[in-house]
């Protein structure tokens, strides 16, 4: 079992930068931690993901250049860096972790909503 909570969202002007935060607690080796984000009428989509010791990292085209994921496992928290917000990242960032055998997302944080005006 791993939990999972976010913070670290909130508004920002167009061009603004925010950093989220996700702290994670229980099983937490041989995992990977992923960002997602849903906007509203629209289905949840894949931002960033790493791998727990931070070997790999991957990101959607629509974030790459611009989001930074990281983590600090003496912390036991993962953070996505948002540079360059635009407002179509607007949107509920939500926490997420699987195991690194698997391809489903097994367990979620609660989400933290970034809102960024134009």
């Known amino acids: 079992q791993v939990q999972l909570v976010e913070s670290g969202g909130g508004l920002v002007q167009a061009g603004g930068s925010l950093r989220l935060s996700c702290a994670a607690s229980?099983?937490?080796?041989?995992?990977?931690m992923g960002w997602f984000r849903q906007a509203p009428g629209k289905e949840r989509e894949f931002v960033s993901s790493i791998r727990w010791n931070g070997d790999i990292t991957y990101y959607a085209d629509s974030v790459k250049g611009r989001f930074t994921i990281s983590g600090d496992y003496a912390k036991n928290t993962v953070y996505l860096q948002m540079n360059s917000l635009k407002p179509e990242d607007t949107a509920v960032y939500y926490c997420a972790a699987r195991p690194e055998v698997s391809t489903q997302y097994n367990y979620w944080g609660q989400g933290t909503q970034v809102t960024v005006s134009s």
């Open positions: 229980g099983r937490t080796f041989s995992i990977y």
